[in-house]
Nanobody, 120 residues
Framework: QVQLVESGGGLVQAGGSLRLSCTASGGTFSSYAMGWFRQAPGKEREFVATIGGNGAMTIDADSVKGRFTISRDNAQNTVYLRMNSLKPEDTAVYYC?????????????WGQGTQVTVSS
């Protein structure tokens, strides 16, 4: 059974940075693309970024392009989301998931989420 555990969320001021981590267990981590999504209160879950199994290909949502960077360390079974220049509108629960593409229905396994709160 695949399990994903996120960490690294917290409270940060606008303009600050955070790095989220997601560690996977079960399955062959390097064989699968991974993604990050987020869900703000009262809003639908939205795509943030995805990365291929070997890390060669990444896709970022327009709303985070140039500010967020997805990366992975296959030796550590971990995918990261580096978030710079954070804005209050980035406040959400952030989820990592195993799958590919920009639609959440293509992702089968999900973490429990980690809260990111950006104060103005």
């Amino acid at each position: 059974q695949v399990q994903l555990v996120e960490s690294g969320g917290g409270l940060v001021q606008a303009g600050g940075s955070l790095r989220l981590s997601c560690t996977a267990s079960g399955g062959t981590f390097s064989s699968y693309a991974m993604g990050w999504f987020r869900q703000a209160p009262g809003k639908e879950r939205e795509f943030v970024a995805t990365i291929g199994g070997n890390g060669a290909m990444t896709i970022d949502a327009d709303s985070v392009k140039g500010r967020f960077t997805i990366s992975r360390d296959n030796a550590q079974n971990t995918v990261y989301l580096r978030m710079n220049s954070l804005k209050p509108e980035d406040t959400a629960v952030y989820y990592c998931a195993r799958g590919s593409g920009t639609y959440d229905y293509n992702y089968r396994f999900w973490g429990q989420g980690t809260q990111v709160t950006v104060s103005s």
